[in-house]
């Protein structure tokens, strides 16, 4: 919390995601209520959600976070990546990590570190969805129970959605020796990674589901938020869980 | 005496690259240690594996009873380690501070603590710049005063006092040797006459292995005197040679000669006869050392 709000790479990266949000939540968002109740619109945005098996986000009382959630569970994932990508290895690189692991272990590093990323990142999620309710408060004074009850729901469904986001970089700071790497690899990890799998599943003739492996697999399946979906929190519970230990296991073997 | 360090056939490999091999030793507690070496033989990697920072290729290490890097040894093992710098975006009061709550100590302790150290290092004027606004010099105390945060009874020191003026760097010594009581100290430096004068003890390692472990000046049969001298003198050598009790004289370097004395015979007046002469002939002197320099003892 420190390194995001006392120092100037923190308040940049702050000041960026608070413009990012205002253009979301004030061209987006708030008219999101007028194209989904217009007459004009309302055949064709039922259209359109409807083919995207999105027909159920139409039917919330507060259409604002119809918008607020199909950005939000896109957003906060790649928002997660950059924001999350120097968790250790800025510290590693500089050798402020030998002055820590002399007064605490490298498992309480790394879970300590997670933490806290998702922490910061939760706590800007709760913001997004704060904002979203006053928006639509603003509307209708009448849709602030609503709004606080679904957007609590919603910021916890894009919590899930983030923790496994969060560990790959965990696991990845591990391995190199920037911020700007973990960024890189990342981004072949997800790339590469479905051309990889697929190119495996094709040679070997049956399905490894080796696509578990990607943090957010589950994203599209709960898009439409149309009931409980098994996958829906122990995939990423599950690949958090895993990258985490792997991370652990790591770092433990690491020269530092 | 108990053993602080145990160091059982230890070596570490980098690829095919060999740092350290077959290092065995063990350390008590008292006065501090030297570490010494030429570049690349191996004193960084020893520091490392006594930290817990890199992992054996084979051997043991104990410290205080334990691996390391075990969580028994956070607050009784502390280190500067070589060009690990402080986080450039918080203040070193900060960082302090951090670092002596996570070795337990209370809000209130640790910044009590904190401004101890920094006192220690002459920084308390600095205690809440940023390390990237503090020269060089002041940065690497920063790091020193990390190193002494609370009660440790270990205290490696990988270079202490490279690249800080002679003033700091006297402070620095000044705090070992304060210190030397209460904490083992274990010094890495190229600076031979620092360690001289603060150690007792000596691990010399070339090429990754350890050549000599022994305690400073410490000899056998006979014992020595080193004499430097302010200016040349032709006949020097001729002349010490016929006290009594001096068996040999070499010239180790311009201006300073090694002199061998038997053990028994003159023992106590020697230099009070070497001091006589020197008189008697009018020749200046610059230091008496009693011993041989750790230069050379090792080279």
Same mark, same amino acid.
């Given at each position: 919390?420190?390194?995001?709000?006392?120092?100037?790479?923190?308040?940049l990266?702050?000041?960026?995601?608070?413009?990012?949000?205002?253009?979301?939540?004030?061209?987006?968002?708030?008219?999101?209520?007028?194209?989904?109740?217009?007459?004009?619109?309302?055949?064709?945005?039922?259209?359109?959600?409807?083919?995207?098996g999105?027909?159920?986000?139409?039917?919330?009382?507060?259409?604002?976070?119809?918008?607020?959630?199909?950005?939000?569970?896109?957003?906060?994932?790649?928002?997660?990546?950059?924001?999350?990508?120097?968790?250790?290895?800025?510290?590693?690189?500089?050798?402020?990590?030998?002055?820590?692991?002399?007064?605490?272990?490298?498992?309480?590093?790394?879970?300590?570190?997670?933490?806290?990323?998702? *922490? +910061?990142?939760?706590?800007?999620? $709760?913001? =997004?969805? #704060?904002?979203? &309710?006053? !928006?639509?408060?603003?509307?209708?004074?009448?849709?602030?129970?609503?709004?606080?009850?679904?957007?609590?729901?919603?910021?916890?469904?894009?919590?899930?959605?983030?923790?496994? *986001? +969060?560990?790959?970089?965990?696991? $990845?700071? =591990?391995? #190199?020796?920037? &911020?700007? !790497?973990a960024?890189?690899?990342?981004?072949?990890?997800?790339?590469?990674?479905?051309l990889?799998?697929?190119?495996?599943?094709?040679?070997?003739?049956?399905?490894?589901?080796?696509?578990?492996?990607f943090?957010?697999?589950?994203?599209?399946?709960?898009?439409?938020?149309?009931?409980?979906?098994?996958?829906?929190?122990?995939?990423?519970?599950?690949?958090?869980?895993?990258?985490?230990?792997?991370?652990?296991?790591?770092?433990k073997?690491?020269?530092? | 005496?108990?053993?602080?360090?145990?160091?059982?056939?230890?070596?570490?490999?980098?690829?095919?690259?060999?740092?350290?091999?077959?290092?065995?030793?063990?350390?008590?507690?008292?006065?501090?240690?030297?570490?010494?070496?030429?570049?690349?033989?191996?004193?960084?990697?020893?520091?490392?594996?006594?930290?817990?920072?890199?992992?054996?290729?084979?051997?043991?290490i104990?410290?205080?009873?334990?691996?390391?890097?075990?969580?028994?040894?956070?607050?009784?093992?502390?280190?500067?380690?070589?060009?690990?710098?402080?986080?450039?975006?918080?203040?070193?009061?900060?960082?302090?501070?951090?670092?002596?709550?996570?070795?337990?100590?209370?809000?209130?302790?640790?910044?009590?603590?904190?401004?101890?150290?920094?006192?220690?290092?002459?920084?308390?004027?600095?205690?809440?710049?940023?390390p990237?606004?503090?020269?060089?010099?002041?940065?690497?105390?920063?790091?020193?005063?990390?190193?002494?945060?609370?009660s440790?009874?270990?205290?490696?020191?990988?270079?202490?006092?490279?690249?800080?003026?002679?003033?700091?760097?006297?402070?620095?010594?000044?705090?070992?040797?304060?210190?030397?009581c209460?904490?083992?100290?274990?010094?890495?430096?190229?600076?031979?006459?620092?360690?001289?004068?603060?150690?007792?003890?000596?691990?010399?390692?070339?090429?990754?292995?350890?050549?000599?472990?022994?305690?400073?000046?410490?000899?056998?049969?006979?014992r020595?005197?080193?004499?430097?001298?302010?200016?040349?003198?032709?006949?020097?050598?001729?002349?010490?040679?016929?006290?009594?009790?001096?068996?040999?004289?070499?010239?180790?370097?311009?201006?300073?000669?090694?002199?061998?004395?038997?053990?028994?015979?003159?023992?106590?007046?020697?230099?009070?006869?070497?001091?006589?002469?020197l008189?008697?002939?009018?020749?200046?002197?610059?230091?008496?050392?009693?011993?041989?320099?750790?230069?050379?003892?090792?080279?």
């Amino acid at each position: 919390m420190i390194r995001l709000f006392k120092t100037k790479r923190g308040l940049l990266s702050l000041l960026a995601f608070a413009t990012i949000w205002f253009i979301i939540l004030y061209y987006f968002v708030s008219s999101a209520a007028g194209i989904v109740n217009s007459q004009s619109f309302e055949r064709m945005a039922a259209d359109l959600f409807g083919a995207l098996g999105l027909s159920s986000l139409l039917q919330w009382p507060v259409a604002e976070y119809a918008i607020y959630w199909l950005v939000a569970v896109y957003f906060f994932p790649i928002f997660a990546l950059s924001v999350c990508s120097d968790q250790i290895c800025s510290d590693r690189q500089r050798g402020t990590l030998r002055f820590l692991t002399l007064r605490s272990t490298r498992t309480e590093i790394i879970f300590g570190r997670y933490l806290g990323q998702l *922490f +910061i990142v939760a706590v800007l999620i $709760l913001m =997004t969805s #704060v904002a979203t &309710a006053i !928006l639509a408060s603003m509307r209708d004074l009448s849709l602030l129970p609503a709004s606080l009850q679904l957007g609590a729901k919603l910021s916890f469904e894009v919590i899930i959605v983030v923790m496994p *986001f +969060i560990a790959l970089m965990t696991l $990845l700071n =591990t391995w #190199v020796h920037s &911020a700007r !790497l973990a960024i890189v690899a990342a981004v072949l990890f997800f790339s590469l990674g479905p051309l990889v799998t697929a190119f495996i599943n094709y040679q070997f003739g049956h399905e490894f589901y080796l696509n578990l492996l990607f943090p957010g697999e589950q994203i599209e399946s709960i898009l439409s938020q149309r009931g409980d979906v098994t996958s829906q929190y122990w995939l990423p519970l599950t690949q958090t869980l895993v990258l985490l230990f792997t991370s652990n296991l790591v770092m433990k073997r690491a020269s530092l | 005496m108990s053993l602080i360090i145990d160091v059982k056939q230890l070596s570490k490999h980098y690829g095919d690259k060999v740092a350290l091999t077959g290092v065995e030793f063990s350390l008590e507690k008292g006065a501090p240690v030297a570490l010494v070496g030429p570049n690349g033989a191996g004193k960084t990697t020893l520091f490392s594996l006594l930290c817990g920072y890199i992992r054996p290729s084979s051997g043991t290490i104990n410290v205080l009873d334990h691996a390391p890097g075990s969580a028994a040894l956070f607050g009784r093992l502390s280190a500067l380690p070589q060009d690990a710098q402080l986080d450039p975006r918080f203040s070193i009061a900060t960082q302090l501070n951090f670092y002596a709550r996570l070795q337990g100590m209370s809000s209130k302790r640790a910044k009590h603590d904190t401004a101890r150290v920094l006192e220690m290092v002459a920084l308390s004027d600095a205690s809440n710049s940023q390390p990237s606004e503090l020269s060089h010099g002041m940065r690497k105390r920063a790091t020193i005063a990390q190193a002494l945060l609370g009660s440790p009874e270990i205290v490696m020191l990988d270079e202490a006092t490279a690249g800080l003026d002679p003033a700091n760097a006297k402070e620095i010594r000044a705090i070992v040797s304060e210190q030397a009581c209460d904490v083992n100290f274990i010094l890495s430096s190229h600076d031979l006459s620092e360690l001289e004068r603060l150690c007792d003890q000596v691990l010399y390692l070339e090429a990754g292995q350890l050549k000599q472990h022994k305690a400073a000046n410490v000899n056998g049969n006979t014992r020595y005197i080193t004499l430097r001298m302010k200016q040349d003198y032709p006949e020097i050598i001729a002349t010490i040679l016929q006290l009594q009790g001096v068996s040999q004289v070499t010239m180790t370097q311009d201006k300073e000669y090694l002199l061998t004395v038997i053990n028994g015979q003159n023992k106590t007046s020697i230099e009070m006869d070497l001091l006589v002469l020197l008189q008697q002939n009018n020749w200046f002197y610059a230091q008496l050392i009693n011993g041989k320099t750790l230069e050379n003892q090792l080279f």
